[in-house]
């Protein structure tokens, strides 16, 4: 078998290609990204299984025809725009496709259009042009494969089907600094993954089901707090809702409520909502300068990991509904930390989910066609491997129970 990683330099490339390389038994994991330099990089870090293509995202025939030599490409870039622009080369290449991005593409997001190509077409009708295609060409698209989307999706999907009927469904995580680092930083966090994606995520409006119907809230919202005890920690933690888990909305309507919500440490989302009232995100420039592009800018270089700063992913779950007629809460806990010498959580939790998502395609583990969501593909014999997996990754998800 031969896999691709597509932006395979970047922090969670590197780490999803790491681990086909290690962990599993393809025989060419091919790396293609814009970085010549860190392509060679990488060569000579995982040796004569790699190969190397320079890429040019912009060329849709150039990209289908690289896609074309594997069984199975997994996408790790960072923007709206080249996710798309990948997806289509797999379409068009037949092959089967993982995604990362925070995005359902079988319904794209109207916010924020970031220079995305629809082809004249509608948001909806593009989405649906592009599973529809797929299917043609009998493929699989593993969308939101990562961490947020994609272990939240799968184990909240897994605790819905262990029940009768579901009342309301809440997805809590994030990637926050550890508690030393999250001291040494402005707003408590540092960098893991694009800023300018978390920057986005605070202001665009969600969809949530709220009264068993889609509802329109803005980011940062359904503010709370919670206490993590599980996996040796104790910690007060806050949390508010973001697009993290956009496909839940269509694949699971008849909830009476479901939101995502990012997890920061104490005091974060106030800090963000101040900058927020005082116009530091918006968009829209003033006189010369756009305002959140400034800020990102300013921010970056504070908020970037110091020597020794690690990093935590943190997951709290909790469906509660009905099971053979009594009330049942099923929670799921995580709290991974990044390596001293290594990759950071985020890219453990994101890029190993999504290599473990790619052999999962290669080995034929999920049937369906088209644009598939985690919490639909990764079921039954999936849903086991994927955990078994997690577990050699020394990645532990504790689901619990209580009745």
Known sequence: MKALVIGGCGKIGRAVAWDLVTNYDFETVGIADANEVGLKDMRHWLGEKIATHPLNINDASAVAAMMRGYDVAISTLPTRRTSYLALEAAIEAGVNFVDVLEEYHRRPDVEEDEGLNRHGMSYADYGEWLHQQAEKKGITILDGMGFA???????????????????????????????????????????????????????????????????????????????????????????????????????????????????????????????????????????????????????????????????????????????????????????????????????????????IGGVILAKGMVQQKGIVAPEDAIDGQAYDFLLAELEKHNIHIVEKVCA
């Open 149 to 355: 989307p994609g272990l939240s999706n799968v184990t909240v999907g897994h605790a819905i089907r262990q029940m009768d009927s579901v009342s309301r469904a809440v997805a809590r995580v994030g990637g926050i600094p550890c508690k030393e680092a999250a001291a040494r930083h402005p707003l408590k966090y540092m960098i893991t993954w694009a800023f300018s994606h978390v920057l986005r995520e605070y202001m665009i409006k969600v969809q949530i089901i709220q009264d068993g119907k889609p509802t329109l809230v803005q980011a940062m919202d359904g503010y709370e707090t919670f206490r993590f005890t599980e996996l040796g920690r104790d910690e007060e933690l806050e949390c508010f809702i973001t697009p993290g888990m956009p496909s839940f909305v269509y694949t699971r309507p008849n909830l009476g409520y479901f939101a995502e919500k990012t997890v920061r440490w104490p005091g974060h989302w106030q800090a963000i909502q101040t900058l927020k009232e005082c116009g530091m995100l918006d968009m829209e420039p003033v006189d010369c300068f756009v305002p959140r592009l400034v800020l990102s800018k300013v921010l970056t270089p504070k908020l970037e990991p110091k020597a020794g700063d690690l990093d935590t992913c943190v997951m709290y779950n909790t469906v509660e509904g009905k099971k053979d007629g009594k009330d049942v809460c099923i929670t799921y806990h995580m709290w991974d930390e990044g390596e001293p010498n290594g990759f950071t959580s985020m890219a453990r939790v994101t890029g190993f989910s999504a290599a």
